[in-house]
């Protein structure tokens, strides 16, 4: 059964103003929740794309190492990326494929700085690395609940006792985030991989 030619016309306008409707509709609440930014902007504030930069450098930074060196592919290493800035923890076998680890991801696109820090020498334990995530999340615990530093703005990572602090600070920032870290028990060593806006 044919419908007349004017319901015709009748069902393509109203499916045309409604979507106008939608899209008038959105566009409000788009702009009505842009009112709600603040004023101030947090310089330490990684963007989205950042952030998406920095999963896609630690994606494809693990691949590149484990095909620079053929020693790379059982090593034991942490590679950890903050607003372009790389950190290498762990444990390799010789000065070549240390050496190899970290020349393979400067050449990745987004990676502005690396932070070479692999040991050569055998893996820690399971002990050791459980021992590491606990020092880890005692020092972000301990962080968050400074008044002194915004906690979420820093990345701990720690390996064999040492504990590396990564994030965007400001000077007096990065001052009470080592401050507070060293107050934790465990922590054998700081290392500041911390990027300055100020």
């Not at 409604?18 to 101030?40: D, E, G, H, K």
């Not at 055998?122 to 008044?147: C, E, M, W, Y």
Request: net charge positive.
């Amino acid at each position: 059964m044919l419908l007349p030619l004017t319901e015709y016309a009748d069902i393509i306008l109203r499916s045309r103003f409604s979507r106008a409707m939608t899209t008038m509709l959105l566009c409000q609440s788009l702009i009505a929740c842009s009112l709600f930014v603040p004023a101030s902007e947090d310089y330490g504030k990684r963007t989205w794309g950042t952030r998406l930069d920095d999963q896609m450098n630690q994606t494809r930074g693990r691949k590149v190492i484990r095909d620079a060196h053929p020693e790379l592919e059982k090593a034991h290493f942490s590679l950890t990326s903050f607003n372009g800035v790389v950190l290498l923890t762990g444990q390799v076998a010789s000065e070549a494929s240390k050496q190899a680890a970290g020349l393979a991801v400067e050449n990745l696109r987004q990676v502005r700085t690396v932070h070479n820090k692999l040991e050569i020498s055998g893996p820690t334990t399971l002990v050791a690395r459980s021992n590491d995530s606990f020092i880890s999340t005692k020092v972000k615990s301990a962080l968050i609940a400074s008044k002194a530093v915004n906690g979420q703005r820093i990345k701990v990572v720690t390996e064999d006792g040492v504990v590396y602090l990564m994030g965007l600070l400001t000077r007096d920032e990065a001052e009470a985030a080592v401050t507070r870290a060293r107050s934790v028990y465990g922590v054998q060593k700081i290392v500041e991989a911390f990027e300055y806006i100020n």
